[in-house]
């Protein structure tokens, strides 16, 4: 199985057994450049979400080439890192969140979909009930505890449009919305 990792500004790289291979994959959203190579015996598409040396900024990142490459290359499971800010007291630094909910409070990034009939796309409404693919959560939290690794199974992101930090008076309302973690 080919496996997608997005990184974010926390996860730059991931450590291959052998120096990787750069990839650029033609979508009709733009150009998915990425790293390809063995990670634990495992086939790996490694995409920077902020490009090489962090130097896309959160509104300018190319969310949907992103998708659509690691879908054309043939990953058949995508995980993906992200930094964020807990807005729980007993989510503290390191503490890793195997999400299962999200608030998405992006306001100003257009083409949130595959499927908003631009470029000859359909129209489909699609269900997010569970935005996060419950066997993929499921791997990751056998393999973490396969590893004696401390995790938190479940929370709610909420995700902003970038950059930007938040006031503490907007921490205490995320956290009223029931937001566990928040990030761009």
Not at 156 to 174: H, I, K, M, N, Q
Request: aromatic share 6%.
């Amino acid at each position: 199985m080919r496996i997608g990792i997005i990184g974010g500004s926390g996860v730059r790289t991931l450590p291959f057994g052998s120096e990787p291979e750069v990839v650029e994959i033609e979508t009709r959203w733009g150009v998915a450049k990425g790293l390809q190579g063995a990670l634990g015996g495992r086939e790996i598409l490694f995409l920077a979400r902020h490009g090489a040396g962090l130097s896309v900024p959160p509104p300018k990142i190319h969310y949907r080439a992103t998708i659509a490459g690691l879908q054309k290359h043939g990953c058949q499971a995508v995980l993906a890192t992200t930094a964020v800010g807990s807005l729980k007291a007993d989510l503290l630094p390191g503490t890793i969140c195997v999400l299962d909910q999200l608030i998405d409070y992006t306001l100003t990034r257009p083409n949130k979909t595959f499927f908003d009939g631009e470029n000859g796309s359909p129209v489909v409404h699609t269900d997010v009930t569970e935005p996060f693919a419950p066997l993929t959560r499921q791997a990751i939290l056998k393999a973490a505890a396969a590893q004696n690794l401390s995790v938190r199974d479940g929370g709610t992101y909420l995700c902003f449009d970038g950059p930007r930090s938040e006031t503490a008076a907007e921490v205490r309302l995320f956290a009223s919305w029931g937001a566990d973690v928040v990030g761009m």
